[in-house]
């Protein structure tokens, strides 16, 4: 399954790179619906020390920041600083899931920001009747959320 999602953020692409790249930012647009639990030594990763296609991390998915309700064994996969980076990770619910995020400069110090989402359910909810459309609806409400969190980010600062 694919799902795209796009939008016009109010600052400037080097700004809403660094925003978008860190875990305080990943987690802002993620809440208050999930939060993803970086470990501590990831923090330091810069984009010059971040391992290319190599795993990253197990990070666990709190539902509502509290409840465990996934793992991202997180790997990326490309990174293309200031511009685009693209996610390959597997998850305990997704034999595939890939999430490639990229920012395009525009005038008047705003950023185009485009998500595409390419997953693929693992079995045995793949084969339940339904399950790919709902997948599809709720990763496509989850990163319209996003996105609102992100550019209201922007609005209120």
């Known amino acids: 399954m694919v ?3 796009e939008s016009i953020v109010d600052a400037p ?3 809403v790179w660094a925003r978008v790249t860190s875990a305080d930012g990943i987690n802002d647009e993620l809440a208050p ?3 993803m639990r970086m470990p ?5 990763l810069t984009e010059d020390t971040v391992p290319i296609g190599q795993p990253l991390a197990r ?3 709190l539902l509502f920041g509290v409840l465990p309700v996934d793992y991202d064994h997180l790997s990326i996969a490309a990174l293309e600083p200031g511009r685009r980076f693209h996610e390959k990770s597997t998850m305990l619910l997704m034999r595939r899931w890939e999430h490639e995020r990229t920012l395009d400069p525009l005038e008047a110090d705003r950023t185009w920001v485009r998500d595409r989402l390419t997953f693929e ?3 045995p909810l793949s ?3 339904g399950a790919s459309e709902l997948a599809r609806r709720i990763v496509g409400a989850l990163f319209a959320h996003r996105h609102r969190r992100l550019a209201q980010f922007y609005l209120s600062g």
């Open 40 to 44: 501590r030594w990831a923090h330091t």
């Open 121 to 123: 359910l693992r079995v």
């Open 33 to 35: 619906v999930l939060a």
């Open 13 to 15: 692409n080097s700004v």
């Open 3 to 5: 799902v795209e999602h």
């Open 59 to 61: 990070v666990p998915l």
């Open 127 to 129: 084969r339940i009747p």
